[in-house]
């Protein structure tokens, strides 16, 4: 049986994670403005990059750029002592896509408030209702 | 709502934080995620790519199929925000505004009224009065060129340092958005126009299918940079890190023209002629 202490140390990466995750879904859920929700999105994205790039750690390992000196040509390479590469690259291409879809979710709202007047859920809501005969 | 809301996010929270208990400690060497081909990419990347770093050579090489995709999902971004908010350009504003720069006072110039000399003392400002800020104008003309720089050395640096197509890309495309924000959205169409940016965009991916197809021609798969070795006259190792560089500079150049392209639609709400 491992010590309180020792618990918290080997989980709280994954604890911070969670706590961002549920600020960012109760964003989306709860909230009513539509702006409201994408930064609430935009905070769900950045609690799963956390997550990925935490898994990737590991203890006593650096980045993963393979040390090397000039006409330095093969030397043995162990895993141990770098970073897991992987999330790396996932996240990174994540990143780049989050401002994207950032851009066309904040392009949509823009569209819908040209059209409504509002982005606020429910008097859009009503509006359409308003419109729509019968 | 909000109440059931919370209760279900409250609910998913437990489930998480009583999951987290098997989860690998933090910092394992010896979790699964860093298990299976992992080690591969860290122990074989020199010698397969000669790119130092593992990210880059990963990305560009071994996932070549995932980022090539990745790029498409940016450009496609673009062409997103254009189609929805673009409108056609409506006729010229019968009404201009002009600012005479030594004394900050402000012209309005009606329909047929005579247009000030172009000279330096007077500028052409949005129908949406913005203050004239002399020290922030002047900060941002001087860093604008060093994070350009400070972007294309990111681009060129990606195989020995963090860096790569995507980081030095966003770099720059902030370094222009940074110009639009600091003067204004027409001085910088007039540098980079719209028509440029979408060109940029889609001629960044087209770079990187390109060196694609390149490989194909020179009778190898799909992106397998190996057989460029001929055409640049190196060993097979070598024309793999050649490959990467190509296909980070296509990536580079389509994500600053898509990150540009998109602050145009957005800042002006599609119409193009003034925003923020």
């Given at each position: 049986m491992e010590s309180i202490g020792a618990i918290i140390i080997a989980k709280y990466n994954y604890w911070g994670v969670i706590v961002l995750l549920l600020v960012g879904l109760y964003a989306m859920v709860a909230k009513k403005n539509l702006v409201k929700k994408i930064i609430g999105?935009?905070?769900?994205?950045?609690?799963?990059?956390?997550f990925y790039v935490s898994i990737g750690a590991k203890k006593g390992a650096t980045i993963p750029i393979i040390l090397h000196g000039p006409g330095d040509s093969s030397h043995a390479v162990h895993a141990a002592e770098y970073i897991n590469p992987l999330p790396h690259v996932l996240m990174l291409t994540a990143i780049v896509v989050s401002v994207a879809t950032l851009g066309v979710a904040l392009a949509l709202a823009l569209k819908i408030y040209s059209q409504y007047g509002t982005l606020e859920e429910n008097e859009i809501s009503d509006k359409i209702m308003e419109s729509e005969p019968g | 709502m909000k109440k059931l809301g919370g209760i279900a996010i409250l609910f998913l929270g437990g489930i998480l934080f009583y999951t987290s208990f098997d989860f690998p400690h933090w910092g394992d060497g010896k979790s699964p995620a860093s298990q299976h081909v992992s080690p591969y990419y860290i122990e074989h990347a020199i010698e397969d790519t000669s790119v130092p770093n593992i990210v880059t050579a990963v990305l560009a090489d071994y996932r070549g199929y995932d980022t090539l995709f990745e790029t498409a999902v940016i450009f496609s971004a673009g062409l997103a925000c254009f189609f929805l908010l673009r409108v056609p350009k409506r006729k010229a504003p019968t009404v201009r505004f002009y600012r005479h720069l030594p004394t900050g006072v402000t012209l309005r110039i009606e329909k047929g009224g005579r247009l000030p000399e172009k000279t330096r003392e007077f500028e052409r400002i949005d129908s949406v009065w913005v203050p004239y800020d002399l020290i922030i104008a002047m900060t941002c003309r001087l860093v604008v060129p060093f994070i350009q720089l400070f972007a294309l050395y990111v681009i060129a640096h990606g195989h020995h340092s963090p860096g790569g197509g995507f980081q030095g890309g966003v770099i720059f495309g902030a370094a222009i958005i940074l110009f639009a924000i600091s003067n204004n959205l027409r001085?910088?169409?007039?540098?980079?126009?719209?028509?440029?940016?979408?060109?940029?965009?889609?001629?960044?991916?087209?770079?990187?299918?390109?060196?694609?197809?390149?490989?194909?021609?020179?009778?190898?798969?799909?992106?397998?940079?190996?057989?460029?070795?001929?055409?640049?006259?190196?060993d097979r190792i070598t024309a793999r890190s050649l490959g990467i560089l190509i296909v980070e500079i296509g990536v580079g150049i389509a994500v600053t023209a898509v990150m540009v392209w998109i602050y145009y639609n957005l800042s002006s709400a599609g119409k193009q002629d003034e925003g923020l």
């Open positions: 999105m935009n905070i769900f994205q950045t609690a799963i990059i956390l | 001085r910088s169409l007039k540098r980079m126009s719209e028509r440029t940016s979408a060109l940029f965009g889609s001629l960044g991916v087209m770079i990187y299918a390109g060196t694609g197809i390149f490989c194909m021609l020179m009778g190898a798969s799909f992106l397998n940079y190996s057989s460029l070795a001929s055409f640049f006259g190196v």
